[in-house]
Each structure stands twice: as structure tokens, then as C-alpha cells.
């Protein structure tokens, strides 16, 4: 029974880059939050998608950064045109239909690094 | 705009006495509140949770206590252990909109040294 995957672990890109992180949620659960920890700060939420659709995206940036969660496959979240300031622990979570925050779970974090 | 605050950015506490970790929170709107665990370079992982219609709740060695009044609860951890050694999150949410969105403190780092 595996857990919320992310990967990669470890992203470097260069500025102006893109970044692609992927995320697949726990068996079962049709929910899936993004969310980002900048240095010395806590998690902030970013996204809330179901399959094919954004529920909520009024944590994300407004410009360069998208996330979409298709019928198939992993969660993605993608940061186009990067900064420095975009270097920090992206962490997805997923939740089963209709749970209560503790149901859901975090994986181990996307550590993006950008120079 | 903190709506989750943890004023404490460190504790260090003595194995087997009790750790006390407090937050705050500023959101009227949160009923359902949570304390997270989080080792280094791994995900948050969920310790214990508490509706807005109680004011205790206990699992084992971890109690948290939420006094709405004064918007403010804590984690309560006895006796404390060496593996207990790590930054917790406070959150909260606002489970009326029918689903949840976390809003986390930025954590307090817990050392218990042996």
C-alpha cells in the first residue's frame, strides 16, 4: 500500500527553466492538495484539484505556475520560467472523497534548487 | 496575514518531562485544528486533531487542549522521547466550504535530549 509518491526528490534547474513536479496520490483517494515551504516558513496551500478539475487555486502564483490532475496519471505541478525565489519544498497531499483534513496524507516533499 | 501562529521557534525538553508546544490562531471561521510531525526531508505526517466543539482530545502520549475563547491550543506531549525530536506544525482548517484547506503555523523545532 504505497504511499503519496512525489518525485523527484531533488530538482535543480536554471533560471528561466522549467519545472515539472509530479505527484501520485495514496490508492484510492481522488483529491489531491499542493502546497510550499519557502525557507523559515511554514507550508502554504497552493492548489486543490479532483480528477480533471481545479477546485481551488487561490494559493497559487497568478503568473508561471499551472497544475492539473488528468483522468490518468500523476498530479503535475509545473513552475515555467524559474526564479530564485521559487527554490523551496514543494509537498503534495491526497485525501479519499468526502474525508476530514487528518485523512489526508503528505508525501515526501519535491526540494526544487534554483541557480 | 498569519492566521496560524506559532510564536516558539524552538523547545528543548528533557526526556521524560512533558513538552508543551502552543499555538494561536486568528481565523474565527477554523473548526477542526491539527498537529503535524515532520522529520528532516521527509512529508508532514499527521499526530493527533481536534473539532471546535471539544476541548481535549488524547492519544497516548500526545494531548492537544483548544480553548476557543482565546483562540489558542496546544500539544501536550508526555513523557517526552528522544524520537520525539522534530518540528511540529499546528493547523487549521475551515471545514464549512465542504472541503478542507490547511493553514499551517510555521512549526516549532523539539529537541528532547536524552
Known amino acids: 500500500n504505497a504511499g503519496v509518491m512525489q518525485n523527484p526528490r531533488h530538482l535543480v534547474r536554471r533560471r528561466g527553466q522549467e519545472a515539472r513536479l509530479r505527484c501520485s496520490p495514496m490508492k484510492g483517494h481522488s483529491h489531491v492538495y499542493w502546497y510550499r515551504q519557502l525557507p523559515e516558513e511554514g507550508l502554504k496551500f497552493m492548489v486543490y484539484l479532483q480528477k480533471e478539475n481545479i477546485i481551488d487555486e487561490s494559493g497559487m502564483p497568478k503568473e508561471r505556475f499551472s497544475a492539473e490532475f488528468p483522468k490518468e496519471g500523476p498530479s503535475i505541478l509545473r513552475i515555467q520560467q524559474v526564479v530564485r525565489g521559487d527554490s523551496a519544498a514543494y509537498f503534495c497531499a491526497s485525501s479519499p472523497i468526502l474525508s476530514l483534513p487528518s485523512e489526508a496524507f503528505f508525501g515526501q516533499g519535491t526540494r526544487l534548487t534554483v541557480v | 496575514d498569519q492566521q496560524v501562529k506559532q510564536n516558539s521557534p524552538s523547545l528543548s525538553v528533557q526526556e521524560g518531562r512533558i513538552s508543551i508546544l502552543n499555538c494561536d490562531y486568528t481565523n474565527s471561521m477554523f473548526d477542526y485544528f491539527l498537529w503535524y510531525k515532520k522529520y528532516p526531508a521527509e512529508g508532514p505526517t499527521f499526530l493527533i486533531s481536534?473539532?471546535?466543539?471539544?476541548d481535549k482530545n488524547e492519544d497516548g502520549r500526545f494531548t492537544v487542549f483548544l480553548n476557543k475563547s482565546a483562540k489558542h491550543l496546544s500539544l501536550h506531549i508526555v513523557p517526552s522521547q528522544p524520537g520525539d525530536s522534530a518540528v511540529y506544525f499546528c493547523a487549521a482548517s475551515d471545514t464549512t466550504g465542504g472541503y478542507q484547506k490547511v493553514t499551517f503555523g510555521i512549526g516549532t523545532k523539539l529537541q528532547v535530549i536524552p
Open positions: 481536534i473539532s471546535s466543539i471539544k
